[in-house]
């Protein structure tokens, strides 16, 4: 089965392109920039299998940063990832699929191994009674569409489940639907790494009925999760000074990203405080045009004019971005046809 394309894939980039990692601007991703500063880290973490204290200092974190209501459980994987992988089988009693499209590519590539009926609407579903299990994004990726509960709610009735992934709710927690879960049909998945800016880390949660979620960790197995990323998890989602300073941050660098790309002849068409989606009828050829220059941006199979920025780390590769799209659009824009 072919393997889906995501953002930061920088080696690939490099094989075609050229340069050393430090030459290139990524913003392929969705990814802070600007990491939580991760701590030393004692020898007994290290050493030892994470046990169930740390487990548990984890996600009593986790609880308390995402809102975590009283009835409902948490379990914590090597990133979502590791959990899409196991919905199907978590989900086996359910026939038809309805993914929000376009969002991850993952949710539809293991589904579709499973022989299921997938539906992939590009807007929200009319009918619940026409779905067993619904996938959406909250914020959406790659174009920021956020769901009213309301809309959610019919989608988790009687035997019907909805997946709600949460990867980009850190800089929205006004918008999240974890205050909703604990009942049998919600299941929300919140990714650690983005809003941290530490994906290497492979950490995240789902966090639903109880029932559910014992069925969840059960697939997933002991010690999934490194002791020191649930040590790391633990200290950052605890670290209130510096979520509120870093949501301040991002909501700036994303309004003057999108600013510059609208001077540049971009449309925005939709973003997140973690990125920036917008529309360009060349984009494809301005994306290769960046990448000439060191500059990885994530553009979009099923749509050519969509190009997705993440957020430059500082003013410098703010002025990097807009310099090279000063130079690259008008070339781009002008280039025979023929």
Sequence with gaps: MQSIRHGGALDRAIAQHGGERGDWLDLSTGINPVAWKVPEMGPDVWQRLPDEALMRDCLDAARACYGVPYGAAIVAAPGTQAIIQWLPILFNHLDRVAIVSPTYGEYQQVFRMTGVAIDTPSAWPADPESVDLLVAGQPNNPDGRIWPKEAVAPFTQGRKVAVIDEAFADVAPDVSL?????????????????????????????????????????????????????????????????????????????ARLAAVLETRGFEVVGRTDLFVTATHAEAHGIADALAGRHILTRVFDHDTALIRFGLPADEDGLARLDSALAVVGSRVHNTPKC
């Design 178 to 254: 974890v205050g909703e879960t604990g009942g049998p049909g919600l299941l929300v998945l919140r990714s650690f790494g983005k809003f941290f800016g530490l994906a290497g880390l492979r950490l995240g949660f789902a966090i639903g009925d109880p029932d559910v979620i014992e069925a969840l960790s059960g697939m997933i197995g002991p010690w999934a999760v490194s002791g020191p990323a649930l040590a790391i998890g633990a200290q950052a989602l605890r670290d209130e000074a510096w979520i509120a300073a870093t949501r301040a941050r991002l909501a700036d660098d994303s």
